[in-house]
């Protein structure tokens, strides 16, 4: 089974403005990461935040993590078209492969 | 450089066949990762090698599934008696160790349809 779930399931929103997508989890971590998958294509690695850290940023992306209530939150600002896609956190779950949630697919109108 | 390749990129066969899908990973990349990924899912893990062996094949939906990396690069991942719920994308991915801080790159995939 998969360990982690994305909320919400599709968001749409339009050029420029900002995405919030949120992964909750059930087991302890080392650490989560965020992928990107365009349709039809493999997954791209976005950013990695280790259990030990709060908050992680590259470029427009924000990801925050609370180990305490198990959740994890992923900002994109000032969205683009190229943004489209469907995103996925994942955990180690303590072990060396990664478990996936359902994913939020995200549609930015331009 | 070069990423993950996979062949083929889609592959369609037959109920009760057999076949192998291929994963080429990075250069240099020792862990080696299968995934599958049903359609509005996320994918789901297979089975793990570190170097030659398979250090964690417990994501192995059965003993149809096999896979094998025997020179510690390319790795095959077999399915016998394919059954038509065993359509979907497989990913591969690699790393360059086994570490847990270590982001995986992963493979465009195989669609398999099994008619």
């Known amino acids: 089974s998969q360990q982690g779930e994305e909320d919400p399931q599709a968001l749409s929103i339009q050029e420029g403005e900002n995405a919030t997508m949120n992964c909750s989890y059930k087991?302890?971590?080392?650490?989560l990461q965020w992928y990107r998958q365009n349709s039809g294509r493999g997954l791209v690695h976005l950013i990695l935040i280790r259990s030990n850290e709060r908050e992680k940023h590259s470029g427009r992306l924000r990801v925050t993590l609370d180990t305490s209530k198990k959740s994890s939150s992923l900002l994109i600002t000032a969205s683009r078209a190229a943004d489209t896609a469907s995103y996925f956190c994942a955990t180690d779950g303590g072990a060396n492969n990664l478990f996936f949630g359902t994913g939020t697919r995200l549609t930015v109108i331009p | 450089g070069a990423g993950v390749s996979q062949t083929p990129s889609n592959k369609v066969t037959e109920k009760g066949k057999y076949v192998e899908l291929r994963c080429d990973p990075i250069s240099g990349h020792t862990a080696l990762y299968w995934y599958r990924q049903s359609l509005g899912q996320g994918p789901e893990f297979l089975i793990y090698f570190q170097g030659t062996g398979a250090a964690d094949d417990s994501g192995l939906p059965n003993d149809r599934f096999f896979a094998v990396r025997p020179e510690g690069s390319v790795s095959t991942l077999k399915i016998q008696r394919t059954e038509r719920g065993d359509s979907a994308v497989y990913l591969c991915a690699s790393s360059p160790t086994s570490g847990r801080y270590n982001e995986q790159f992963f493979g465009p995939g195989t669609r398999l349809t099994v008619l």
């Open positions: 087991t302890s971590i080392n650490n």
